[in-house]
């Protein structure tokens, strides 16, 4: 079983950046297929950004040009780096690990962008 901790979030003006981590325990990570979704105030969860395990990424048309997906397989760790953030970015964060039968997700965290 896979556990994911994120980190990173928190209250920034528009315009300004952030940086979420999420740290995963347990195996497999370096061929896993790892994921940023939110979930806006009364609206579905919606995917942000996915990246491969050989590296391609993939954005929602929404955040294309401002948010990078990256991550370090040593560390176990999947960063989602945001800049030029807009209102509408607020929302829960989270973290996905798919790999084979495996879906996992994070507890979540909270990015609130003032206007």
């Known amino acids: 079983q896979v556990q994911l901790v994120e980190s990173g979030g928190g209250l920034v003006q528009a315009g300004g950046s952030l940086r979420l981590s999420c740290v995963a325990s347990g195996s497999g990570f370096s061929i896993a297929t790892m994921g940023w979704y939110r979930q806006p105030p009364g609206k579905q969860r919606e995917l942000v950004a996915t990246i491969t395990r050989s590296g391609v990424t993939d954005y929602a048309d929404s955040v294309k040009g401002r948010f990078t997906i990256s991550r370090d397989n040593p560390k176990n760790t999947v960063y989602l780096q945001m800049n030029s953030l807009k209102p509408e970015d607020t929302a829960v964060y989270y973290c996905?690990?798919?790999?084979?039968?495996?879906?996992?997700w994070g507890q979540g965290t909270q990015v609130t962008v003032s206007s």
């Open positions: 996905n690990y798919k790999r084979w039968i495996f879906d996992n």
